[in-house]
């Protein structure tokens, strides 16, 4: 169907929040048994996993709930951008390209990370996603 091209990078930033999903519980689980966490004690006892498990251990998770920002308004803006069918071409290469970003940007800070090429990758993606904003908002205005 013509403009439904930009779901493509919809579903794989969709998928790539489940593959962090996986990676954040695979090491926050283990860290949680060796730091004799007691899940059920965090809430009522007001723990911090931040201040309980090691730093490398919680970038996953604080990438995983990343990925539950900005991300939104791309889809948001991706599925309008399908609907009145502008989704090929430039506007669809976009797509890719800001799913590039953000996978960039889950694997520096879920690795490394390192602040301000953490910001520098988020900054780019963040200009990405306000040229397609204007795009759609061309499309539709």
Do not use: C
Request: glycine share 6%; aromatic share 12%.
């Amino acid at each position: 169907m013509v403009g439904m091209g930009i779901l493509q990078p919809v579903v794989a930033l969709a998928a790539w929040t489940m593959v962090m999903w996986v990676w954040m519980y695979n090491t926050r689980i283990p860290a949680m048994r060796a730091a004799k966490v007691n899940p059920n004690e965090l809430s009522e006892q007001g723990i911090k996993l931040d201040n309980v498990l090691p730093r490398q251990v919680q970038w996953k998770a604080h990438n995983y709930n990343h990925l539950h920002e900005a991300p939104t308004v791309f889809y948001a803006v991706a599925i309008l951008l399908a609907i009145v069918g502008q989704g090929d071409g430039y506007n669809l290469w976009l797509g890719w390209l800001y799913f590039g970003l953000r996978v960039v940007h889950s694997l520096v800070q879920a690795i490394a990370n390192i602040i301000v090429l953490r910001f520098a990758i988020f900054a780019v993606s963040s200009l990405v996603l306000a040229v397609l904003i204007f795009r759609a908002a061309s499309a539709v205005f």
